[in-house]
């Protein structure tokens, strides 16, 4: 913990956000107060201090998002060519460039990301932008053969899907909305966002960001409020086409049921509880920081996290003294706090559910070797806990099979390659997982019977919009990522001309 920090001054600009009196809903290309007139505050995770006063919107908000999209999904849009959308997109990633630094600071007060780490986002939230745009001219159907009697020629059309509703998560919202306003912008489908109550800001200035780069009123409409009322009203709601999900497997479940009003299209992108295979012969100077980090990153908030960390057993003594080393070492502070590794969690909630377990883990016989307490001092206000390392976690204990969503790393031993294998598949979840070795076969092996979406081999956690992500089992379905991606926001129609 550093209780000596040095705060990054905040910009005019984000001083000047964050003063408002309070941040409407985006309905239509205008601000505007939710229908109840009720509001909501948003507190900073490193100091528990409210950050912002947000609209909360509810069923007829939604409502009136939905319409709104609809009619801009009808209107004009639908005849930008690509080449238009592409262009937008481009504007857009020009003034995302432009702005960032004020992004980054409001992402990191609203969540609780280090700032370096927001800053360290730039890279990745532009290639997103770029990849869309890429992607906006390359939408194609196909001509077919036919065995039909006389002339008639078939293909198929693609078109976009209709009025998406989108609801993600707070553990990342700069980045992770990209997923959906790219493929928006680049298919010509329009959408109803609902971000987290708890990390709302920096999609509320990504909204006004779009508009300025001339996005149409309409396309991207965004109402903040609860999940259990104006999330719940959007999953719901008869007008829209195709809901893209992320957040917990209980809410996911939820999302699946509500979609059947009227047989939404469906991507889920839910839950995990990776397992991170270490062999003996692995390089444990980049496996024993790549593994804690592949746990410990934005404070365990990352679905992806490898926090079952199987150690073939000749290396667990070592591995365990070297990861609680390399976790005592790991600076957590304030989110301003340029030092920084570690922010807090994003809740008092959250941080309550993370105590809980570490509790847990003890009174179920694992052992307690780094971390485990909340952080005092100067960090007392926030919701702050320092990176804890369990050993001689049995893979059947609840630390090992429930998501926990805080830097909780558990140590689960292992002596062949199939015992491996076996323990890292018995899990609910299927969403990430790494194995660290020097023996690419074996590392083959394990990747090839991982019941998992992704895997990393000696790294842990990099992603990129070319290539696919999400999962299996109970983490979820539909492509996000690559050349699938697109496809999910599209239909086929298949065309039959008789000439
Ligand atoms: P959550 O499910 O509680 O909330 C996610 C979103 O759903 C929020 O916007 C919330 O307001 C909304 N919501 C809540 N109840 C709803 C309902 N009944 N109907 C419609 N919407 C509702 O999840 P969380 O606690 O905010 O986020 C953490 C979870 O998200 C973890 O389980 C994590 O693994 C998962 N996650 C998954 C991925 C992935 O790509 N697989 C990425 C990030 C987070």
Not at 71 to 95: I, K, M, N, T
Not at 207 to 230: D, K, Q, R, S, W
Not at 395 to 405: P, S, T, V
Not at 424 to 441: C, F, H, I, M, P
Request: aromatic share 8%.
């Amino acid at each position: 913990m550093n209780s000596q920090a040095s705060l990054a001054p905040l910009s005019d600009a984000t001083k000047k956000f964050l003063s408002r009196e309070k941040h409407g809903l985006w309905i239509g290309g205008e601000e505007v107060s939710a229908a109840s007139e009720k509001i909501f505050d948003t507190r900073s995770p490193s100091t528990g201090e409210v950050i912002g006063r947000l609209a909360e919107g509810g069923e007829e908000d939604i409502d009136r998002a939905v319409h709104c999209a609809r009619a801009a999904f009808e209107g004009p849009w639908s005849r930008w060519s690509p080449y238009e959308r592409q262009l937008l997109l481009y504007r857009v990633h020009d003034l995302m460039e432009k702005n960032f630094d004020q992004l980054a600071e409001i992402e990191s007060m609203d969540m609780g990301a280090p700032i370096s780490r927001t800053r360290a986002s730039k890279a990745a939230l532009l290639k997103f932008i770029l990849f869309f745009a890429s992607q906006t001219a390359t939408i194609a159907g196909e001509t077919l053969q036919n065995g039909l009697p006389g002339e008639v020629v078939t293909m198929s059309l693609k078109a976009p899907v209709g009025v998406i509703g989108g609801i993600v998560p707070w553990n990342g919202p700069l980045v992770s909305q990209w997923w959906l306003l790219g493929a928006v912008m680049a298919t010509g489908c329009t959408i109803v966002l609902k971000p987290a109550e708890d990390a709302s800001l920096s999609m509320l200035r990504v909204v006004e960001l779009l508009h300025e780069a001339g996005l149409p009123a309409g396309v991207v409409n965004v109402v903040t409020g609860m999940g259990g009322i104006a999330g719940e009203a959007l999953a719901r709601h008869p007008g829209v086409d195709r809901i893209a999900f992320t957040g917990s497997t209980v809410t996911g479940r939820k999302i699946i049921e509500a979609s059947a009003v009227n047989i939404k299209k469906l991507q889920l992108e839910l839950g995990g509880k990776s397992p991170d295979i270490i062999f003996a012969d692995a390089d444990l100077d980049k496996a024993v920081p790549g593994a804690s980090m592949g746990v410990f990153a934005n404070s365990g908030q990352i679905c992806y996290a490898g926090t079952r960390v199987f150690v073939q057993r000749p290396i667990v003594k070592e591995f365990c003294a070297r990861a609680a080393e390399f976790a005592s070492s790991v600076r957590v502070g304030h989110s301003l706090d340029v030092d920084a590794q570690l922010g807090p969690l994003i809740s008092e909630r959250q941080l309550d559910r993370v105590m809980s377990y570490i509790d847990l883990g003890s009174r179920e016989g694992a052992k307690l070797i780094c971390g485990g307490e909340r952080l005092g001092d100067s960090l007392a206000n926030g919701y702050f806990v320092s990176p804890t390392v369990f050993s001689d976690v049995d893979n059947g204990m609840r630390i090992a099979q429930e998501e926990i969503f805080g830097p909780v790393l558990s140590v689960i031993p292992f002596d062949t390659a199939e015992e491996a294998i076996a323990l890292a598949n018995q899990t609910e979840y299927g969403l990430g997982g790494a194995v660290w070795t020097r023996d690419l076969s074996t590392a083959l092996r394990v990747v090839k019977r991982i019941h998992t979406g992704m895997m990393w081999v000696n790294c842990y956690g990099v992603t990129d919009p070319l290539v696919g992500f999400g999962g299996t089992k109970h983490s979820g379905y539909g492509a996000k990522g690559g050349r699938a991606h697109l496809d999910t926001y599209l239909y086929t129609k298949t065309v039959y001309i008789n000439t």
